[in-house]
């Protein structure tokens, strides 16, 4: 057995189908074209995407944008570091064992606040009426630019809002987050991204 190959058995010996099947369906999610891979450039067109529909906001959110997605999902989540540059590749194998090393117990504690500061960031940038609740609509705006069509979005609303108020407030975003990142059973943050691949 090669090296990949015996990893791999230990991403399988330490997480659950439902945790690789949220990742599978987070990859297919940046993966827009089905390349098979994932590039920076496929996290650049995401920035594209936001900073086209959230236009008009301060500079200091722009940056935010470029350091979620650039320095932290890929150069940190999606390749752990090394090559990060363009011609760089990530192929679901290697992006789901990555995605696991943030759960050993000897980075599970940072990974969570990482995971913290994105959703809150996310949160406040999507919240485009400022009344710290998100609305279905604020909702599905967002998830609409990672091509989740519209029904599943409303899939993702509905398990996220779990006090059933018809609001996502920031306490439910982020649990929800962090559940779809690191939780191993079903839980508030399963449906996400609205449905598993
Ligand atoms: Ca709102
Ligand atoms: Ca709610």
């Known amino acids: 057995m090669d090296e990949q190959?015996?990893?791999?058995?230990?991403?399988?010996?330490?997480?659950?189908?439902l945790w690789r099947q949220k990742m599978k369906t987070?990859?297919?999610c940046v993966d827009i074209a089905h390349t098979g891979y994932i590039t920076k450039s496929?996290?650049?067109?995401l920035?594209?995407?936001?900073?086209?529909?959230?236009?008009?906001?301060?500079?200091q959110a722009y940056d935010m944008v470029d350091r979620i997605f650039i320095q932290i999902l890929w150069g940190e989540v999606a390749t752990r570091g090394g090559d990060i540059s363009n011609n760089r590749k990530v192929t679901l194998t290697?992006?789901?064992r990555n995605a696991a090393v943030n759960l050993k117990p000897e980075n599970i504690e940072v990974f969570t606040k990482v995971l913290d500061y994105i959703s809150a960031s996310i949160y406040q940038?999507?919240?485009?009426?400022?009344?710290k609740e998100l609305s279905v609509d604020e909702f599905s705006e967002f998830f609409i630019l990672f091509g989740i069509p519209e029904e599943f979005s409303l899939n993702a609303f509905e398990s996220i809002d779990k006090n059933d108020?018809?609001?996502?407030?920031?306490e439910e975003f982020m649990k929800a987050f962090r559940d779809f990142w690191v939780g191993q059973k079903p839980g508030c943050g399963t449906f996400f991204l609205g449905r598993l691949f």
Request: hydrophobic share 30%.
């Open 5 to 17: 190959n015996q990893t791999d058995e230990v991403v399988k010996a330490t997480t659950t189908l």
């Open 42 to 45: 496929h996290y650049e067109q």
């Open 165 to 170: 108020s018809g609001d996502i407030d920031k």
């Open 47 to 59: 920035i594209n995407f936001i900073k086209a529909k959230y236009h008009g906001l301060h500079q």
């Open 94 to 96: 290697e992006f789901t």
């Open 26 to 28: 987070y990859f297919d």
């Open 125 to 131: 940038l999507i919240d485009t009426d400022r009344d």
